[in-house]
C-alpha cells in the first residue's frame, strides 16, 4: 500500500533552536519527494522538491535529505523563527499528477 | 502576479442546501487540482483537469459532488444536496504542464454544514 508517515505528529520548541521532522515511506514507483509548509488558514505551499539522484537540497533555513534506498527523508530546520510555526507535509510523488500525501508535523515555535 | 483565487473564503450552509465553491488558476497553468482536507484524513485529491478535462475523478466521494472547468480560467466545485460530514477545507491548486509539477494552493475554504 502506498503510505507516507511522518513523525512526530506534533513538535514545541523554543525560538532559535534547531528541529529535524521526519518522513518514511512506501511508495511505488518513485518520481519524487517534496515538503511543504501549511501556516494555519492558508494552502500549502512548496519548499523543496527532491528527485531519485538528489540527497540533500536547502531552501534558506531549511534543508531536506532524502535516502531513496531507506525510503526515508527528513526536513531540518536551524535557527527556528516564530513564523516557521505551521504544519510541515511530506508528499511524494508515483509521476505526473499522483501524489501521496503524509498527515503532516505540527511545528509550534515559542518565543 | 495573482496567486490561485478561490471564493468564498467560507461558507455556513444547512444540510441539504447547494454549495457551489469557485477557483480561478493561475494564469497559463494547464492542470487543476480539487482537494478536500480534514484533521482526520488531511489532504485528498477530489478530482484533477488538464486542459480543462477531467482526467481524474475516482476521489470524488459520491455523486452528490461534481465539479466542472469550462474554461481554463475558471472552475466550480459543486455539493447537492450537502451533509454535515462534507464539512472541510477545499482547496484548488494549479500546475503548469501535465500535472507533475509543483503545485500552487490557493487560500481554500472553509466549508461548514450544520
Known amino acids: 500500500k502506498n503510505q507516507v508517515e511522518q513523525s512526530p505528529q506534533s513538535l514545541i520548541i523554543l525560538e532559535g533552536k534547531n528541529c529535524t521532522l521526519q518522513c518514511n515511506y512506501t511508495v511505488s514507483p518513485f518520481s519524487n519527494l517534496r515538503w511543504y509548509k501549511q501556516d494555519t488558514g492558508r494552502g500549502p505551499v512548496s519548499l523543496t522538491i527532491m528527485t531519485f539522484s538528489e540527497n540533500t537540497k536547502s531552501n534558506g533555513r531549511y534543508t531536506a535529505t532524502l535516502d531513496a534506498d531507506t525510503k526515508q527523508s527528513s526536513l531540518h530546520i536551524t535557527a527556528s523563527q516564530l513564523s516557521d510555526s505551521a504544519s510541515y507535509i511530506c508528499v511524494v510523488s508515483r509521476g505526473g499528477y499522483q501524489l501521496i500525501w503524509g498527515a503532516g508535523t505540527k511545528l509550534i515555535i515559542k518565543p | 502576479d495573482a496567486g490561485v483565487i478561490q471564493s468564498p473564503r467560507h461558507e455556513v450552509t444547512e444540510m441539504g442546501q447547494e454549495v457551489t465553491l469557485r477557483c480561478k488558476p493561475i494564469?497559463?497553468?494547464?492542470?487543476l487540482f480539487w482537494y478536500r482536507q480534514t484533521m482526520m484524513r488531511g489532504l485528498e485529491l477530489l478530482i484533477y483537469f488538464n486542459n480543462n478535462v477531467p482526467i481524474d475523478d475516482s476521489g470524488m466521494p459520491e455523486d452528490r459532488f461534481s465539479a466542472k472547468m469550462p474554461n481554463a480560467s475558471f472552475s466550480t466545485l459543486k455539493i447537492q444536496p450537502s451533509e454535515p460530514r462534507d464539512s472541510a477545507v477545499y482547496f484548488c491548486a494549479s500546475t503548469p504542464g501535465g500535472g507533475g509539477g509543483e503545485q500552487y494552493f490557493g487560500p481554500g475554504t472553509r466549508l461548514t454544514v450544520t
Open positions: 494564469s497559463g497553468h494547464n492542470s
